[in-house]
């Protein structure tokens, strides 16, 4: 039997995803109005999760252009981690966290960010299991990827204020690509 100071911690940053098949693995993240889709094969032993910032996609000319921020981007990018480590998408299950309305005078993109994961889930027929979603306050959660076991605690007030500001901190710029090429 696995004791919780056994697991190896893996936390998850906005506009990540990991997948993993480790049974003494724990995957954490701090969630105010971003959502945190957390999938799982529980008869391949495998799970995984992301952590989206906005609903939708890069695509659109108001997005500002990097995928890793968007949900379309991160769920595809989960389901097809899985995939590649043989989940099978018939067995796959999914529980939902996080989409708080942290900042009262702006729109409820915690809402939407919810509200997208479960349609997306329902489009590509993958049942959730589990969700809390909604809320004024962020949420520190925990997942255990391969028994689909999650774990969320309520953060403060100062605490959910933190996590707001990280989530509106501007994007890292792209890192410039190398141009030269060397022959030898």
């Not at 959660?141 to 969320?152: D, K, T």
Request: charged residues 20%.
């Amino acid at each position: 039997m696995m004791t919780e100071g056994a697991a190896r911690r893996v936390h998850i940053i906005q506009g990540e995803y990991k997948v993993l098949s480790d049974p003494n693995a724990v995957l954490s993240t701090i969630l105010g109005s971003c959502v945190a889709a957390c999938l799982r094969d529980p008869v391949a032993g495998i799970g995984g999760m992301n952590h989206f910032l906005l609903p939708g996609s890069a695509t659109s000319p108001t997005s500002g252009g990097d995928a890793t921020r968007y949900g379309v981007h991160l769920m595809e990018l989960l389901i097809n981690g899985l995939l590649k480590q043989g989940a099978r998408r018939d067995r796959l299950e999914a529980k939902i966290f996080g989409g708080a309305k942290t900042i009262s005078t702006f729109s409820n993109v915690g809402e939407q960010n919810a509200a997208f994961a479960m349609q997306f889930l329902r489009d590509e027929g993958i049942p959730v299991v589990g969700s809390s979603t909604g809320g004024d306050h962020g949420r520190k959660l925990e997942y255990w990827p391969v028994s689909g076991r999650a774990r969320q605690y309520p953060l403060t007030g100062a605490e959910t204020q933190r996590t707001v500001a990280l989530e509106q901190r501007p994007a890292a710029p792209p890192k410039p690509v190398e141009t030269s090429i060397e022959f030898f």
